[in-house]
């Protein structure tokens, strides 16, 4: 991959990021582009020549936050008018012209398949041209293909800064969904589903593993839907897996996330026998109620999704699977809720994200059924449900006390960026092939590394550990660190 482009004078671009992995990475392929325009990064709204802010649909409440933080900087527009401001992303495509409605000094709306065009409507902004909108087809906007092609962001640009971590990295294979949950808005931002070429997606590989990502989580809204037909020869995510697994310099693979029918023996078999994927399967279930997972348009019922899991169990040894919930979703009563609460406690997830159910307009859940269930209720449904999954993930957490644990460094942990530790010494944080979080009296030295843990303490969130050394091994400066969390 060739350097990036620099201008004599460098121009600063301040970007913010909020929702999913796709969106994480959507951000960095944008950063990769303006770099080669003669772009830096800052951290200071106030010193940037151009402001994008990569915005989420799937919960009101982000896009509340996006449209806030978009008020906070009309003072900073007034005193340099020539500053570039854009929205890019879901709710981009959702809103578009309703933003320059809402916030006027907005000078770009760009939604997730145009994202390549911002380097171009960042300059003609700076030209004089305001309000420009480049947005997809929607679901009825033209021929298929149109839509697909419209929606399309396999850019191949990538930008190491602007990861979790220089050793893991996003690989998108999949974009869109065509399932159309009620409640979902991705259908309608995201487009139809498309797969990627499986030969683009391994040499993408390639160069991630080679700029020093030992991790590699494949993206798609339902990953494991993943399929690409060229000529004769089908492309499945299983096959895609058997590619990946010999690049060199490449440790681990992930892939979020999961669709339940879609779980297939194939693709369980796979994981089971290479060695560098991932147990860690995040498979959304949503409800344990199969009269919700009908009005949600889930497409499975609660046998199959209990079907599933056995399935993961027998071919996978200790697989560690995660889940999503709504809950309080239209005329959700309590006995459906409690039905949520029993698969929950049947399933033992490693861990549950739970959410409230908001109204997203132009999804068939607006449309069809009335936001019934009060806040306060929904409230208290998420914390029901989050105490139950909490005391699961304390009580499977405890069988790895005394275990030792192989964690690829990723850093300092978040207490100890609260903290402001500076120097070699620091409480360090890293993942277990399980997706687990473990906290350790570490070196910055073992940032990237693969290290042995011994769990000495768990909490529902977290495990404690220290470095497992031979006695010729022990760095005796980590004896003195505090491992307070």
């Known amino acids: ?118 380097p171009e409507m960042i300059e003609l902004a700076e030209q004089g041209e ?20 419209s929606h399309e962001t396999f850019d191949p640009l990538r930008d190491p800064e602007m ?21 979902c808005i991705v259908p309608m931002t995201r487009g139809p589903e498309q797969g990627r070429s499986p030969d683009q997606i391994v040499e993408e590989a390639k160069i991630l593993a080679a700029q020093g990502a030992k991790e590699i989580t494949l993206l798609g809204q339902t990953v494991n839907s993943y ?19 010999p690049i060199e310099g490449l440790e681990r693979i992930k892939f979020v996330t999961n669709y339940p029918k879609d779980m297939t023996r194939e693709l369980l ?42 399935r993961i169990n027998e071919i996978i040894p200790n697989p560690s699977v995660s889940s999503d919930f709504i809950v309080g979703f239209c005329g959700e009563t309590i006995d459906e809720f409690q039905m949520t609460v029993d698969l929950v406690k049947r399933c ?42 909490n005391q699961i993930s304390l009580e499977d957490n405890m069988r790895f006390l005394g275990e030792t644990v192989e964690v690829l460094v990723e850093g300092p942990s978040k207490w100890s960026v609260r903290k402001n530790e500076t120097g070699d010494l620091r409480q360090l944080t890293g993942r277990t092939i399980c997706d687990r979080i ?18 000495t303490d768990v909490s529902a969130f977290s495990l404690l550990g220290e470095v497992e050394t031979t006695e010729s091994q022990c760095e005796p400066d980590l004896v003195q660190l505090s491992t307070s969390t």
């Open 1 to 118: 991959m060739s350097e990036p482009i620099r201008s004599e004078a460098t121009k600063k671009l301040y970007i913010e990021t909020v929702g999913c992995q796709m969106n994480v990475l959507d951000s960095e392929m944008v950063v990769a582009s303006l770099r080669k325009k003669g772009y830096d990064l800052t951290q200071d709204p106030a010193q940037a020549d151009a402001i994008l802010f990569n915005t989420c649909s799937v919960r009101e409440h982000a896009e509340e936050k996006a449209y806030n933080n978009l008020h906070h900087l009309k003072q900073l527009k007034l005193a340099n008018p020539n500053k570039v401001i854009g929205v890019m992303g879901c709710m981009a495509q959702k809103d578009q012209n309703s933003i320059f409605q809402r916030v006027p000094f907005v000078d770009l709306v760009v939604g997730p398949g145009q994202l390549h065009r911002i």
């Open 130 to 149: 305001k309000q420009q909108i480049a947005v997809s087809l929607d679901r009825k906007g033209g021929a298929v293909d149109e839509i697909k092609r």
């Open 163 to 183: 990861r979790p971590t220089p050793f893991q990295a996003y690989l998108r294979i999949q974009i869109g969904c065509d399932k159309f949950c009620t409640y």
């Open 227 to 245: 399929k690409y037909v060229e000529g004769d020869r089908t492309t499945r995510l299983a096959d895609l897996l058997q590619r990946i697994h």
């Open 269 to 310: 078999e796979t994981v089971r026998d290479l060695p560098k994927c991932s147990p860690y399967l995040h498979v959304p279930a949503q409800s344990g109620s199969d009269n919700i997972l009908k009005r949600m348009k889930r497409g499975y019922t609660t046998a199959d999704y209990y079907e599933m899991m056995d």
């Open 348 to 389: 033992r997830f490693k861990n549950s994200f739970i959410f409230q159910y908001s109204v997203r307009p132009g999804t068939k859940g607006a449309e069809l059924y009335a936001d019934d269930i009060p806040q306060e209720e929904k409230h208290r449904r998420n914390l029901e449900l989050l105490g139950v999954q």
């Open 438 to 455: 473990v906290h350790w009296a570490g070196n910055m030295r073992q940032v990237g590394e693969l290290l042995p843990i011994r769990i």
